[in-house]
Nanobody, 124 residues
Framework: HVQLVESGGGLVQAGGALRLSCNVS????????MGWFRQVAGKEREGVAA???????SYAASVKDRFAISRDNAKNTLYLQMNSLHPEDSALYYC???????????????????WGQGTQVTVS
């Protein structure tokens, strides 16, 4: 049974930071492309970051140099460190498993295989 459970969202002031976590179970986490995407009600989903099984990382232009994705394969956990947050970063953030060889931030949504329930990030 595949499960992805996000945590770490919350309310933060502009310029602040949050760290999202995603605990994964039910499959071999270390060999999969993992990512984060976000969605605002009424808008399309946006791929934010991706982490490949080979250690590569990829970011959307809107978050590059502010966000950092990382993974702890021993703990089956994916992270997203978000710094210098802007009000436009406010969204529901989802952890995702993507079935794709090219594990880029833009590849996550078109190749979604599993995702969690989301965690809300609000930047005031």
């Amino acid at each position: 049974h595949v499960q992805l459970v996000e945590s770490g969202g919350g309310l933060v002031q502009a310029g602040g930071a949050l760290r999202l976590s995603c605990n994964v179970s039910g499959y071999t986490f270390s060999s999969e492309c993992m990512g984060w995407f976000r969605q605002v009600a009424g808008k399309e989903r946006e791929g934010v970051a991706a982490s490949g099984p080979d250690g590569t990382t990829s970011y959307a232009a809107s978050v590059k140099d502010r966000f950092a994705i990382s993974r702890d394969n021993a703990k089956n956990t994916l992270y997203l460190q978000m710094n210098s947050l802007h009000p436009e970063d406010s969204a529901l953030y989802y952890c995702a498993r993507a079935e794709t060889v090219t594990c880029g931030a833009a590849d996550v949504i078109p190749n979604l295989r599993s995702w969690g329930q989301g965690t809300q990030v609000t930047v005031s």
